[in-house]
């Protein structure tokens, strides 16, 4: 009966409001907020007990609930499931004085309960709808879980391996990277915020963290602005033009200050240049940790430094709730301050609908008929297999035979269906994915053998925050594999990293094959060379030996849920693989941060000098090139290119030009290529880089087709943060590149007057 009373109190309250605007909807609730519930609303708690179960007696559990009870906090993280969300939202709604609903934030990465390829292989794809619809499909089965925020999409640009975050984003390019944030912040928030299959979406992390140095996680970053400008902030850009409702801070300090207090990013340029209206969160105790730094002397002068930065909710440090009132007494920060925080974050909670319906994403009956749904199955297989990217395919070992073969299936990651659902995957059950030998015993044609060769691991990680610990002692299995592989027709070998290896807190200083696997690989191979390695890896790795050793390689990255399918499907030719790197591949980790669209140096070495000089940019014991470079990927069809032409040979700033290509399959089957565009600015106000995506298109031909592709190129593709820090397009020549990845040669020119 109170329950009935309390709702329908709810719901005349908001009858009688319904017809004001957010910003009167907002100021009223503000206008009636004390100091503590306005600091709460800044605050936001990680689950801490069986909410489910009895009320907490004590501890640190009894403080948060009792904060809770009293409306001061904003948002909890970690809380999952109809039943469970619905009472904690309970305890907001109708024990605080005014009511107000939580926000409930989860890091939905890539699926919830049905896991989809991790983000950076979806990315291999270049393909936005289906990236889209991952993300739309996503957020549908999370909401009917009770979830209505994710901290993502990750979109920081990466340019080194050794960073385990790398699986998180979409790889090296700032161009393929905004267009890939704007369709994840798509396919979150949808159209309605308001629709209970939709939620609010975070760019993260704010700004730079992908070029910690050494590639070690939480470390500090020294970029300039040329830097900055035009490679690491234009994808949070495209996110707050796609209209995200929040924004996550980093834990690394930039240019000596941490991000989380850095009022140049978050006041003037997110909130100011951009008009940012959402609210910004801090990475988890990120607040707290800048004491750590050293940049906060204590508990109270990182939250002043964090509120005047322009962080507007504190995640899980507990220093907004504790030390606001007291900073506000100080004089430190101002009431106007923390209302502008507030009114940001009651925004978000207006326009998801909760003060409508605080339980509009509380349905069991609903999560029950979504969740792990033939539509969201369907999906995870669809983008799984375009995310797979072809590395060499030497003599056509594949497609395979689906009739009549021996296949020794070989490898510590073959029969492993948890490796394959990557980090990050937190909703998910573990060993819920279809593994390579569920997905190859589908085809009944073929004799299929199973050896797992060597273990990876020692033991299976005890949760999220446990080191992985790889096998270095146990070579128990070789022989077995070995013997199988010389009894029979094509080897099948599935080796890469574990799960857990890639992910926050998981940078490596090697890039090789972990444990074993290399030797096993090269033992296989000296008994039987006739190989097909299938990696599943959360980064680029070092491949040297394979690549020139082993007929045919398959990025199969991590793939979610329907991998095994995924990956048997391309294999047998049932899918013919198009995807393309969205990161280099190095050939030594020495070569990393390595990257295409990298500057030129006065001494990059040119045709006819001295080839036993040494003063050119280079490194004397390998080459400069990547092993495999960004956009590279091939298929079961080949392409040829040529007749690049431009439509004129010069345009004005208000004009356009056109590039246009000639693409014919010269293949015997039917296949998907991804041309790639590529501009270069030869001399600038500021050093520019050799090359540069400014396009792509994904056409399907016949054998024996052809087509001709055009691109038109335009002022904007032109334009860059420059010397004079202003976004300009400056007159003079320009390069275009077409091609089938970012090492195409051939250009012509234009100029821009």
């Given at each position: 009966m109170k329950l009935k009373l309390i709702l329908s109190a709810l719901l005349i309250s908001t009858f009688s409001i319904a017809q004001k605007t957010l910003d009167e909807k907002v100021s009223d609730l503000l206008s009636k907020m004390t100091l503590k519930e306005k600091i709460g609303q800044m605050n936001q708690y990680n689950g801490f007990w069986d909410i489910t179960g009895p009320v907490p007696k004590g501890g640190d559990s009894k403080i948060k609930y009792n904060h809770l009870s009293n409306g001061w906090v904003g948002s909890m993280l970690n809380v999952k499931g109809v039943k469970e969300v619905k009472e904690v939202?309970?305890?907001?709604?109708?024990?605080?004085?005014?009511?107000?609903?939580?926000?409930?934030?989860?890091?939905?990465?890539?699926?919830?309960?049905?896991?989809?390829?991790?983000?950076?292989?979806?990315?291999?794809?270049?393909?936005?709808e289906a990236i889209r619809l991952s993300a739309e499909l996503s957020a549908k089965e999370a909401a009917v879980a009770g979830i209505n925020w994710t901290f993502a999409p990750m979109i920081d640009i990466t340019r080194d391996a050794r960073w385990g975050r790398v699986m998180e984003g979409a790889g090296e390019d700032p161009y393929?990277?905004?267009?890939?944030?704007?369709a994840r912040v798509k396919g979150f928030q949808g159209e309605d915020l308001a629709s209970p299959y939709t939620i609010a979406a975070t760019a993260k992390h704010f700004a730079a963290y992908g070029f910690v140095e050494a590639g070690k996680e939480y470390n500090t970053v020294d970029i300039g602005l040329n830097t900055l400008h035009n490679i690491v902030l234009p994808p949070f850009k495209a996110a707050a033009d796609a209209g995200i409702k929040t924004f996550m801070n980093s834990f690394n300090d930039l240019n000596g200050i941490p991000a989380t207090a850095d009022a140049y990013l978050q006041r003037d340029l997110l909130k100011g240049e951009w008009n940012f209206d959402g609210f910004v969160v801090s990475d988890w105790g990120s607040i707290r940790e800048m004491i750590e730094h050293g940049y906060a002397k204590d508990n109270n002068h990182a939250g002043e430094l964090a509120l005047l930065g322009g962080s507007d909710m504190d995640m899980e440090s507990s220093i907004y709730i504790y030390e606001l009132e007291k900073l506000i007494e100080e004089n430190k920060i101002s009431i106007a301050q923390i209302d502008d925080a507030v009114r940001r974050i009651l925004?978000?909670?207006?326009?998801?609908?909760?003060?409508?319906?605080?339980?509009?994403?509380?349905n069991e009956e609903r999560e029950k008929e979504i969740t792990g749904s033939k539509e969201i199955m369907d999906a995870a297989l669809e983008v799984a297999k375009k995310s797979i990217v072809l590395l060499k395919n030497e003599n056509e070992i594949l497609p395979l035979k689906k009739k009549g073969v021996t296949i020794g299936l070989i490898g510590p990651l073959a029969a492993d269906k948890n490796s394959p659902l990557g980090n990050w995957r937190i909703g998910a059950d573990d060993n819920t994915a279809v593994s390579v030998l569920e997905?190859?015993?589908?085809?009944?044609?073929?004799?299929?053998?199973?050896a797992q060769g060597v273990k990876l691991i020692n033991k299976t990680p005890d949760g999220f925050h446990e080191e992985v610990q790889i096998n270095t002692t146990d070579k128990t299995g070789f022989e077995e594999a070995i013997a199988l592989a010389q009894k029979v027709e094509v080897v099948v070998m599935v080796l890469g990293e574990h799960g857990f290896q890639s992910g926050e807190g998981r940078s490596r200083s090697k890039l090789d094959l972990p444990g074993f696997q290399q030797e096993l690989l090269e033992k296989v191979a000296a008994v039987n060379p006739n190989i097909v390695l299938v990696?599943?890896?959360?980064?680029?790795?070092?491949?040297?030996?394979?690549?020139e050793n082993i007929p045919a390689i398959v990025e199969a990255w991590q793939l979610g849920t329907q991998s095994g399918h995924a990956i048997a499907q391309v294999l047998y030719g049932e899918y013919n693989p198009s995807g393309k790197l969205p990161m280099s591949f190095p050939r030594s980790v020495g070569q990393v941060p390595i990257y295409y669209n990298h500057k030129s140096t006065g001494r990059p070495g040119t045709e006819g000098e001295d080839p036993g000089s040494v003063f050119w940019s280079h490194y004397g014991d390998e080459e400069n090139d990547p092993l495999f470079p960004f956009g590279f990927g091939l298929s079961y069809s080949k392409f040829e290119y040529s007749s690049l032409e431009l439509s004129a040979k010069e345009m004005t700033k208000n004009s356009k030009i056109e590039a246009s290509i000639t693409i014919k399959n010269t293949g015997k089957v039917k296949g998907k290529e991804i041309i790639q565009l590529y501009i270069q600015d030869p001399f600038a106000s500021a050093i520019r880089p050799v090359k540069e995506l400014k396009g792509f298109k994904t056409i399907e031909l016949e054998p024996g087709a052809s087509q001709k592709v055009t691109f038109t190129i335009k002022e904007a593709d032109l334009v860059f943060y420059n010397a004079k820090q202003k976004w300009e397009a400056e007159p003079g020549t320009f390069h275009v590149f077409v091609g089938t990845n970012s090492n195409v040669k051939e250009k012509l020119s234009f100029e821009l007057k």
């Open positions: 939202q309970k305890i907001a709604v109708e024990k605080s004085r005014l009511g107000i609903p939580l926000i409930i934030g989860f890091d939905l990465i890539h699926g919830y309960k049905t896991v989809f390829p991790i983000p950076l292989a979806e990315s291999a794809s270049w393909d936005l393929l990277g905004s267009l890939i944030a704007a925004s978000v909670k207006f326009e998801l609908g909760l003060f409508e319906d605080p339980y509009r994403y509380c997905g190859l015993q589908n085809y009944k044609g073929n004799n299929i053998s199973h990696l599943m890896n959360g980064r680029p790795l070092v491949l040297n030996w394979a690549a």
